[in-house]
């Protein structure tokens, strides 16, 4: 199995949800969206209109029906049995960006980059490290993510969310409870969008640093092959240590001898062990046991569990039943 999405779910769960303007699909692929090019289809693949047509349909959708929302699937694995409920995926509408003085206004479908390319048009500083983030700024939201010296929560001023009813919140960083790779808010909160602040910058200085992010990023990562960045978060720094002595993900990784590591078509980076990489032929499943077996042999080396950066979801094929034992880890 190669990826390719499979007919997994039967008919039915369309006819319980509510009428929309967007588009509705049933057993839709999503291996080909995802960056690692990976997993099965969505019962229901739902891409509204426009924010109207998103909080209709999430204050009508049934409240046993899962939501999941899907951005450019760059830090995530699709299991191969698909994600049951519905799959919301935001277009056009929820990616718009703009600035005014040095704040920064970016839709949740708006991808890092570009809110960082629109911030150095306009002289706005601080938001460089979000080019070398592959993603959008919901799922930067979602997971705090940072990069380079940077976290999200460090230039968020506030966030539009919309709950489970369909209404809608604008929440700080702390209301969210942000802090390393984390976020407090419930799995089925959509972000819509948030509001940055930046600061006054050169903008010969600020185009500069994200050339020098652009170079380190070719030199560092293996930004062409098919992998989901950054695998596993550095762990915790001991009390009493100097952030500069801890050992990140990567030296861990590295010590316990799994660079190079391969489970079937799935293979721990040559150039950053702490990418995994879909070499051609791996499935889902192939991608998660590999990261399994690095956590398991990181611990059994250091005495540290590392803990999963990558967001997993959806649910395995019976034939990889095992997976359900490390599916919450």
């Known amino acids: 199995m190669s990826g390719a999405a499979?007919?997994?779910?039967?008919?039915?769960?369309?006819?319980?949800?509510?009428?929309?303007?967007?588009?509705?699909?049933?057993?839709?692929?999503?291996?080909?969206?995802?960056?690692?090019?990976?997993?099965g289809p969505a019962e229901i693949l739902f891409k509204p209109e426009d924010r109207d047509d998103l909080a209709a349909f999430v204050a009508g959708c049934p409240a046993d029906v899962p939501i999941t929302v899907l951005g450019v699937a760059s830090n995530l694995i699709v299991r191969d049995g698909g994600i049951p409920g519905v799959v919301i995926r935001m277009g056009r509408d929820f990616a718009q960006i703009s600035a005014e003085g040095t704040a920064v206004t970016a839709g949740a479908a708006a991808l890092d980059i570009n809110v960082a390319l629109?911030?150095?048009?306009?002289?706005?500083?601080?938001?460089?490290?979000?080019?070398?983030?592959?993603?959008t700024i919901g799922g930067a939201l979602r997971m705090n993510a940072g990069a380079y010296g940077g976290e999200t929560k460090d230039i968020l001023r506030h966030a539009d969310v919309m709950m489970r009813d369909g209404s809608i919140k604008t929440l700080s960083g702390a209301d969210m409870g942000l802090s390393y790779r984390h976020n407090d808010l419930p799995e089925d909160v959509i972000f819509l969008g948030a509001?940055?602040?930046?600061?006054?910058?050169?903008?010969?200085e600020i185009d500069a640093r994200m050339d020098d992010i652009k170079k380190k990023r070719s030199e560092t990562q293996p930004i062409k092959a098919k992998t989901g960045g950054s695998t596993f978060a550095n762990p915790p720094v001991p009390e009493g240590t100097d952030p500069k002595d801890?050992?990140?993900?990567?030296?861990?990784v590295d010590a316990a001898g799994c660079r190079g590591l391969k489970i079937g078509g799935a293979q721990v980076s040559e150039l950053h062990c702490n990418f995994l990489l879909n070499t051609g032929g791996a499935t889902a499943a192939d991608i998660e046991r590999l990261g399994e077996e690095v956590r398991k042999r990181v611990a059994e080396n250091s005495g540290i569990m590392l803990r999963w950066e990558i967001k997993r979801i959806g649910v395995p094929l019976p034939e990889d039943k095992d997976i359900l034992s490390f599916m919450t880890a």
Not at 118 to 135: D, N, R, Y
Not at 195 to 204: E, M, S, V
Not at 247 to 252: E, F
């Open 118 to 135: 629109t911030a150095a048009k306009h002289g706005v500083a601080g938001l460089e490290f979000l080019s070398g983030i592959p993603g």
């Open 6 to 39: 499979e007919k997994v779910f039967s008919a039915g769960l369309a006819a319980r949800l509510p009428k929309v303007r967007g588009r509705i699909t049933e057993n839709a692929p999503l291996g080909a969206m995802t960056w690692f090019g990976v997993g």
């Open 195 to 204: 509001l940055f602040d930046g600061h006054t910058g050169d903008k010969a």
């Open 246 to 252: 801890a050992k990140k993900a990567w030296q861990l």
